[in-house]
């Protein structure tokens, strides 16, 4: 993600020593701090209550297919006044497979009352906002030296799937060749067991038509309310 986590405890104390309800703590952070309310936290106090949630988005790693991924090794240089280093980069190109998971109906949601800190209008706003993170993310992926080791995305394929309702959105990994195919299977029998509409899927065959899709998601896609609940994969 985008986003640099920053403790909102280091600076500024939002808590007594007299505050004990985990439910009323939490609920404080949730209010206080988005990245917290989405990314999770966890404050430990030694001889204290330890406070946590959980993220409500789940990266898989980034695999490469079998047979599909090339590593090729290149000489190179630091040059200097002193002491020259030659050293070996490992570069890697290939087809490599990436899974998320959302639990849009977290948003601002606390565990320990079973109620939501925020309202539904705030809870959209974060959910349009983590949307963003997922598409930029894969937008501009950061990481180490890509002054020189820039990579270089020529195909991004995949499926979106939303469930709208007490049903986990289908998710398969890139791994399997038909991946595809069987989301829309696994969709179509969620369905019919569920209610038309529980799933729904969003493909896309490159860059653009990604950025498309979490247009039109954030568009359409609400927060969990009392009728209806949000997971997207």
């Not at 505050?19 to 990314?39: M, P, Y």
């Not at 179509?188 to 247009?215: H, K, P, S, V, W």
Request: hydrophobic share 35%; aromatic share 10%.
């Amino acid at each position: 993600m985008f986003f640099s986590f920053s403790n909102i405890f280091t600076t500024t104390s939002i808590f007594t020593d007299k505050d004990t309800d985990l439910s009323a703590k939490t609920g404080k952070v949730l209010q206080l701090c988005t990245i917290s309310d989405l990314e999770g936290f966890m404050v430990t106090v030694k001889g204290g209550q330890t406070l946590k949630r959980d993220s409500v988005i789940e990266f898989g790693a980034v695999v490469g297919l079998p047979n599909r991924v090339k590593t090729q090794s290149y000489f190179h240089a630091k040059y200097g006044v002193d002491n020259p280093t030659p050293y070996n980069v490992q570069v890697s190109s290939g087809l490599y497979a990436t899974v998320l998971n959302i639990e849009a109906f977290r948003i601002g949601y606390n565990p320990h009352n079973f109620g939501y800190s925020i309202d539904i209008s705030e809870r959209k706003k974060r959910l349009d906002a983590l949307l963003k993170s997922v598409l930029y993310t894969y937008l501009q992926p950061n990481g180490a030296k890509r002054n020189t080791n820039l990579p270089h995305p020529d195909s991004f394929k995949g499926i979106i799937t939303v469930s709208s309702r007490r049903c986990p959105a289908p998710m398969l990994s890139a791994l399997e060749y038909d991946y595809q195919s069987q989301i829309k299977s696994l969709a179509t029998t969620l369905n019919n067991l569920n209610g038309a509409e529980t799933i729904r899927c969003f493909e896309f065959d490159n860059m653009a038509e990604f950025a498309d899709q979490i247009e039109i998601l954030i568009a359409q896609t609400l927060p969990w309310d009392s009728e209806n609940a949000e997971a997207i994969s």
